[in-house]
């Protein structure tokens, strides 16, 4: 069975690993995408003039020793961390000491991915104005990244993104799946290794009206890990699936049925990670969380049972 996790925003406690996920294991999910961007801010870095510094600045021992509980906690309640979510930006313009540190970040959360046994992480592009700089300036943040992959094993997943610009939705880095092969084939085949693998982003996918059926086929074995969440094509609300529709009845906005049945033509074995961090930070009261997050986790019940039937 596929495994169905959800992102830790708004129920992970660092206080309280143990807690947390006895909590999300009662809610019925086997898996987490795990907020590991929440200790670094490399916004609020970039609006102080002073040198950069984080969490991060401690020695990868200390670290590791630090994420020790959640490794502990999610091994003793059977939820694997499937994914994490890196810091990001990881370039900021004309802030080369906050790059540095946000990619010496990213190299620390490869050790940790591979500490705790989480097999991806997620590391937006950049986009720039230009495109043949926008793709020279990614290259050179994943290049940088290559070395500590392939020691690590784990997996650095691009995303699909998006832009807003004078109010409307325009296409970010990745959002072609055409230019998002070209990235994963030409760092992997550098590599030596499938060292590169691909976030689909449903909601962005959505936001920019895709082919979610088509852009999972045309990624194939590309794909690695999901972020799924829902809207209404025209803003990054990240609601639960099914949420939104035109009219009355199933005329839903995003193409569940074609994810579903796109996920299943490719024979998808990785997590059905939910992106759904809204639901609970602002959409429900607290005391429906439960209830909420327990929806959530029938639904990639439900998917899971359509994806694996033969």
Excluded at 78 to 104: C, N, S, Y
Aim: proline share 4%; charged share 25%.
């Amino acid at each position: 069975m596929l495994k169905i996790g959800v992102q830790s925003a708004g129920w992970y406690n660092k206080n309280d690993p143990d807690g947390s996920f006895a909590f999300i294991k009662s809610c019925g999910f086997d898996a987490t995408d795990f907020n590991i961007d929440h200790y670094l801010s490399t916004g609020a870095l970039a609006k102080s003039p002073d040198a950069p510094t984080s969490f991060f600045d401690q020695s990868i021992e200390d670290i590791l020793q630090f994420f020790t509980p959640l490794k502990e906690a999610s091994e003793k309640h059977g939820v694997a961390i499937a994914q994490m979510h890196a810091p990001f930006p990881v370039w900021i313009k004309d802030r080369e000491d906050i790059t540095e540190h946000a990619l010496m970040a990213v190299e620390k959360c490869l050790q940790v991915c591979q500490y705790v046994g989480c097999p991806a992480i997620v590391v937006h592009p950049v986009g720039r104005t230009l495109k043949d700089v926008e793709i020279e300036t990614n290259l050179a943040i994943y290049r940088r990244l290559m070395p500590m992959a392939v020691k690590t094993g784990v997996k650095v997943c691009l995303e699909n993104l998006f832009k807003t610009y004078k109010g409307r939705v325009t296409e970010g880095p990745c959002a072609d799946v055409s230019e998002a092969c070209w990235y994963l084939d030409t760092l992997n085949a550098e590599a030596g290794c499938d060292a590169f693998g691909f976030c689909l982003d449903v909601g962005h996918a959505n936001l920019l009206g895709r082919d979610i059926k088509e852009y999972i086929k045309k990624l194939g074995h590309r794909l690695t890990v999901l972020h799924i969440h829902d809207n209404d094509g025209n803003s990054d609300l990240h609601g639960m699936p099914y949420t939104f529709t035109r009219n009355w009845g199933a005329d839903w906005i995003c193409d569940w049925n074609g994810f579903v049945d796109g996920l299943k033509e490719i024979g998808y074995k990785g997590a059905l990670g939910f992106e759904t961090f809204r639901v609970i930070c602002s959409n429900f009261p607290r005391e429906l969380w439960p209830e909420a997050l327990k929806l959530i986790s029938a639904t990639g019940r439900y998917w899971a049972s359509r994806i694996e039937a033969e």
